[in-house]
């Protein structure tokens, strides 16, 4: 079951319709916008609503516990986690920037809670 916990939240406009990346790690681009960022690349944080155009603003959770859409692999409880490139999250590997780690087991598609969590690169 997914769940959220304290979580701090930042608000940019988006970059273009995000609609269909709600609970998606999201960056903030060179022009001040919420955009998905690039596999393995780094986010701000995970998008908790749906900005449904370019200059909709929308809300990112940067610290806590949030939900979360896993990637195609699915994760497992305690991975350290990194971006596909639809924003899912991904069991991360050697290059990948770590932004977060998985509180449940979740297959693709599945919402799970993750500590938002800024590591560096694995």
């Known amino acids: 079951m ?4 304290t979580l701090r939240t930042i608000g940019a406009a988006a970059s273009a319709d995000l609609s269909a990346s709600q609970f998606c790690f999201v960056v903030v681009n060179a022009n001040g916008q919420l955009a998905l960022p690039s596999a393995g690349g780094d986010a701000e944080g995970i998008l908790q609503d749906k900005p449904n155009g370019a200059g909709v603003y929308g809300e990112v ?24 490139v639809n924003g899912k999250a991904v069991t991360a590997t050697t ?12 297959a693709a598609g599945v919402i799970i809670p993750a500590l938002i969590q800024q590591k ?3």
């Open 2 to 5: 997914a769940y959220e916990q």
């Open 61 to 84: 959770g940067i610290l806590g516990v949030s939900k979360l859409v896993v990637g195609a692999a699915g994760v497992t409880v305690g991975d350290l986690l990194a971006s596909d």
């Open 120 to 122: 560096g690169k694995l």
């Open 95 to 106: 290059g990948n920037k770590i932004l977060g780690r998985a509180l449940a087991t979740g």
